[in-house]
């Protein structure tokens, strides 16, 4: 799997679609990478996590493995839409004001590039998937746009940013007691307890940690995975990205969107009391091994949530958060079998 290779996994064929585009969402310009065997394939709309971690994103163009799926096939079966989001990669600008750059203007800018999407391919619906923190985005659009998606799948789903900072603080204590890193859990105990609202001293101190105990990615002597550092330097090789898009995906873009205002409203995202019922087909596929987006929350919230309609939970066997190769050729196989809830939409009109 060649990471930092710049020859692609797949071509597109000459009459489907391979485009960059640069459009106005939420009032400033962000970019958007469409891939498609053919224009008249379903659309795909893919949101990324972090934030500020475009990945899949612009740079993915070409790329069959993006750490949540891959897109060899789906784009033979879909019009692939990643989105580099608001402040974040291509979609930076050094003017964006800081005002801008919360969950509400991510969650309006998502639902811009859904009509953009939906106007421009002439469909009426789109497919949405998500992954990490983009899964809160794409919950609360399937809330609040539920006649504008035929089917979600949240890859990783987050269900409350504080609920799972409290899982992820007991799962650190633990780990740090089970390898007597006494420094680890000192500074553990000193930041105290969720909800998080002091963005350094306390929900820094949990990221740095987790950090160091690779919560993202698993391995062991038989699974073995390329690691976020190897996957995300592969920016580095994309045609489309230049040196300061990257800069502006692992650094600029983070303290743009970082801020204490942004830590401080975020434990009030709570999926569990602000969904508590979906109108569409859902899928959630979570990481076995994942410690840094904890699935028994994310299995509470599915075995509760009120729907009429079609829900599925898969278990993503080797992988953590950053999903392991393997398990990403599933995945791919699973979003392709949301296709069948067009067909049923069709055989019901």
Do not use: C
């Amino acid at each position: 799997m060649g990471f930092f290779s710049r020859n692609p996994d797949f071509l597109i064929p000459e009459d489907g679609i391979d485009s960059i585009e640069k459009i106005k969402i939420g009032g400033i310009q962000q970019s958007i990478l469409i891939q498609s065997h053919s224009p008249k394939n379903p659309v795909l709309l893919f949101l990324h996590g972090g934030p500020s971690m475009p990945l899949p994103g612009v740079s993915s163009r070409g790329k069959n493995y993006t750490v949540a799926t891959n897109t060899k096939e789906l784009v033979k079966n879909f019009s692939v839409v990643f989105w580099d989001q608001r402040g974040t990669g291509k979609s930076y600008h050094k003017d964006i004001p800081a005002q801008s750059m919360t969950f509400e203007q991510l969650v309006y800018d998502a639902a811009e590039l859904t009509d953009y999407l939906r106007e421009t391919f002439g469909q009426e619906k789109i497919f949405l998937t998500a992954h990490s923190f983009g899964t809160l985005i794409g919950m609360y659009l399937v809330k609040e746009h539920p006649e504008k998606y035929h089917s979600y799948v949240g890859l990783s789903q987050i269900i409350s940013w504080s609920e799972n900072d409290r899982a992820g603080m007991a799962w650190m204590k633990n780990e740090a007691k089970r390898r007597g890193d006494y420094k680890a859990l000192n500074e553990l105990e000193a930041a105290g307890d969720p909800p998080f609202t002091d963005g350094y001293k306390q929900w820094g101190v949990l990221r740095k940690w987790q950090m160091k105990y690779s919560t993202m990615v698993y391995n062991d002597e038989s699974i073995k995975h390329p690691g976020l550092a190897k996957v995300s330097l592969g920016m580095l090789a994309s045609k489309d990205y230049t040196l300061a898009d990257v800069f502006h995906s692992f650094y600029s873009g983070f303290k743009l969107i970082y801020t204490d205002d942004f830590i401080k409203n975020i434990p009030k995202i709570d999926v569990q009391k602000d969904v508590p019922a979906v109108k569409i087909p859902i899928t959630f596929i979570h990481g076995r091994k994942d410690v840094h987006v904890h699935g028994s929350l994310a299995q509470e919230y599915f075995n509760t949530v009120k729907t009429a309609q079609e829900k599925k939970f898969i278990w993503a066997e080797k992988s953590a958060h950053l999903f392991h190769p393997d398990d990403t050729e599933l995945i791919e196989q699973h979003i392709i079998n949301e296709l069948r809830h067009l067909e049923k939409e069709v055989i019901n009109l």
